[in-house]
Nanobody, 126 residues
Framework: QVQLVESGGGLVQAGGSLRLSCAASGSTFSSYAMGWFRQAPGKERKFVAAISWSGDTTSYADSVKGRFTISRDNAKSTLYLQMNSLNPEDTAVYYC???????????????????WGQGTQVTVSS
């Protein structure tokens, strides 16, 4: 079972940038497809971005495409989310998630991930 710990959240002004990290431990990180999700107050958890275990295929929600970049460093067992051009609608708790994945495969729904971090708050002020 993999354990996940997010970091890098905080308060940023609209137009600013943040880089989230998700440190994995307890299992072979390179075996896992990874995803980022976010949940705003009173709303359901939603897909943000996903990446295959090899890192060569990615997927993004339409709302973040062109602004966010997901990446991973398997040697460091760490997943990243670079967030640029942030706007107040990006305010949410951001979660990383992991599941064993096939080559080149990513996953975009909450239900496909059995392993979750505790989340990190991102707040974008206008």
């Amino acid at each position: 079972q993999v354990q996940l710990v997010e970091s890098g959240g905080g308060l940023v002004q609209a137009g600013g940038s943040l880089r989230l990290s998700c440190a994995a431990s307890g299992s072979t990180f390179s075996s896992y497809a990874m995803g980022w999700f976010r949940q705003a107050p009173g709303k359901e958890r939603k897909f943000v971005a996903a990446i295959s275990w090899s890192g060569d295929t990615t997927s993004y929600a339409d709302s973040v495409k062109g602004r966010f970049t997901i990446s991973r460093d398997n040697a460091k067992s760490t997943l990243y989310l670079q967030m640029n051009s942030l706007n107040p609608e990006d305010t949410a708790v951001y979660y990383c998630a992991a599941r064993i994945g096939g080559y080149g495969t990513y996953y975009e729904t909450v239900y496909e991930y059995p392993n979750w971090g505790q989340g990190t708050q991102v707040t974008v002020s206008s």
